[in-house]
């Protein structure tokens, strides 16, 4: 059983700093990618930034310059740091990742149960 647990989500004042993480834990052969994608009520889900498993990361242009993607030593935990966070970056925030669940066979989508944050002063 494959998991994603995500952490770091809460409040935050405008212009403030947040780190998110999120782990994936249980048995599988390799992560090809992972990313964070964020969702407010009403819309659909958007891809804020993703890295592969070498670390080559890829922003949304409305995340350039102010989110910051990266993945632990052993690639198994992605990180997105908020940085000068404004109102509008409130919303879930869901972690992504492309896992191999046994060599030569295709890989599966897994999501994280998301985690809230909220930008206001």
């Known amino acids: 059983q494959v998991q994603l647990v995500e952490s770091g989500g809460g409040s935050v004042q405008p212009g403030g700093s947040l780190k998110l993480s999120c782990t994936a834990s249980?048995?599988?052969?390799?992560?090809?990618?992972m990313a964070w994608y964020r969702q407010t009520p009403g819309t659909q889900r958007e891809l804020i930034a993703s890295i592969t498993k070498y670390g080559s990361p890829n922003y949304a242009k409305s995340a350039e310059g102010r989110f910051a993607i990266s993945l632990d030593d052993a690639k198994t935990t992605v990180n997105l740091e908020i940085n000068n966070s404004k109102p509008e970056d409130t919303a879930v925030y869901y972690c992504?990742?492309?896992?191999?669940?046994?060599?030569?066979?295709?890989?599966?989508?897994?999501w994280g149960q998301g985690t809230q944050v909220t930008v206001s002063s």
């Open positions: 249980g048995t599988f052969y390799s992560i090809y990618d």
């Open positions: 992504h990742a492309s896992i191999f669940l046994k060599p030569r066979e295709r890989g599966y989508d897994y």
